[in-house]
């Protein structure tokens, strides 16, 4: 299958050749596919945010290569509008950034800027506002500063999918809502990704949401990949990721602190369901 | 029950018949209070938790007067904090840390930053010191002291922020979803801090939708739609399956697991409410047939 992203050996410093020059990303090599939900975690400074912003083009590679659906972003004949259309990025609390003062309106901006024809910027906002759960019916006429703050960051993604992207990019995107609202917004982006050709990549420090959402995951630290596989080949290998400064499921915790107590347990648990089974073995 | 016997001492806080409502350009006013009663005992660790709009964060902001009632009063320590004249020892009592750290940094050095509070208190040069190496070293920042808070790591920023605050020497301190950008390492920190000032006798509301965190404190209020809807312990607050969902939030992830397993496995106890009490109840009744 032919990878949507591609990315090889990329370098990137801030402030290059200035006394406060700062490496944030020291050779990486990332793909993501169709169909995949691709986890990246690391702790602060690990260089996720800055590999974000190389995805969708917000920042050029300095060196090595970055490839979307051949599209060569270190190549300056590279339409970088191109890439924004097939690559959405969602920032962290995107909900702050809403500015027009109807629901409808701040969907349709991306479209409108892109030039697009007014019953194609229907359509797609119609479109957008059904798959995050907001019907236009209800909602296109709201002003956005009434709505929930779980309605906002849906409102924020619906603004993002109205320009019809093959890949959505996620920095933390479940990050301070209520549990409801957290249920809602993941499987929201589940059913999105399921869609012929689509594949999301999911940056976030909570171990249990990248546990359930991811296909497969990237560990990031100081600027390189540090590890790539399943969430149960990372999760599985608890220490490394603890000597990163990052977590392990509450789950898998609980399964590996009964095996270190001696009882017969498996550690590579990742869901409730697959810890009430190895559970229900040792207390029968 | 800890906070029933606080309960008994005299009040930090206390919050009675409170509405509050912003005012918006229309001039119609959204209500985001509608009649809370709250009394918070000396060194109690309430989580405060609800969804998303049900008014959480205007509550934190009436407890240090930032924000005043629309109708009904608090107070604290016996100070009502509509009073003008209450304000800046209302604020010393009642410290305040919020999401983004980097909104309350006022100066380029570590060790500025945390005295700027205190020093705009005139203390004695001597007071002064002592109370800026104490928050410094409680927040584990003693080596970090001449740093730019603009080259710290997350958790570092978010100890800097509570810092600033501790310099203040506050009774009680409100944390507003203060661990839920920080990395997992920056959160154990954070968690670690608070956890050990509450030890010392510091009061604490912590405003979090993480309900693994809330699980943790002595008493979990719950706010839906601007009133109080749920206040006992963790236990009390967190076997309401039902009731929890109903109000768009949900029991800590072990607690499910600990009924689902109570499902198959009669003998296991209901609550159970984090992953140590989890290991601890595993352990206990681990390959006993039928004890």
Redesign the interface.
Known sequence: MKPLIEVHSLHYTYLRGTPLETVALRGVDLVVYPGEVVGLV????SGKSTLLQHLNGLLRPQAGRVVVDGMDLGDSRTDLRAVRRKVGLLF?SPEDQLFERYVADDVAYGPLQYGLPPEEVRARVRRAMLAVGLPPEAYADRPT??L???ERRRVALAGVLALDPQVLVLD?PL?????????LLASLLEEWCAQEGRAIVWAS?S??EVARSADRMYLLAEGRVIREGTPREIFGDAELLLEH???VP??T??LR??AR?G?PVRTDVLT??E??DV??G??? | MPHLAGAAKQPLIRVEGVHFAYPSAGGLAVPALRGVDLTIAPGEYIALIGPNGSGKSTLARLLNGLLLPTSGRIWVKGMDTADPRFRQAIRRTVGMVFQNPESQFVATVVEEDVAFGPENLGLPEEELRARVEWALQVTGLSSLRYRSPAHLSGGQKQRLALAGVLAMRPEVLILDEATSMLDPAGRHEVRRIVAQLHRAGLAILSITQAMEEAAEAERVVVLYEGRIALDGSPSEVFTDVGRLQSLGLDVPPMAHLARMLGARVPSFPPVVLTPAQMVAAVRERAGGGCR
């Open positions: 690391g702790p602060t400074g962290q500063f009434a929930s703050g779980g933390e990050a301070g809502l209520d549990p409801a609202g957290r249920r420090h171990m249990d400064g990052l977590d509450a789950v915790w609980v602190e009964l107590a009882l409730l369901e810890a009430c559970l229900e040792v207390l029968r």
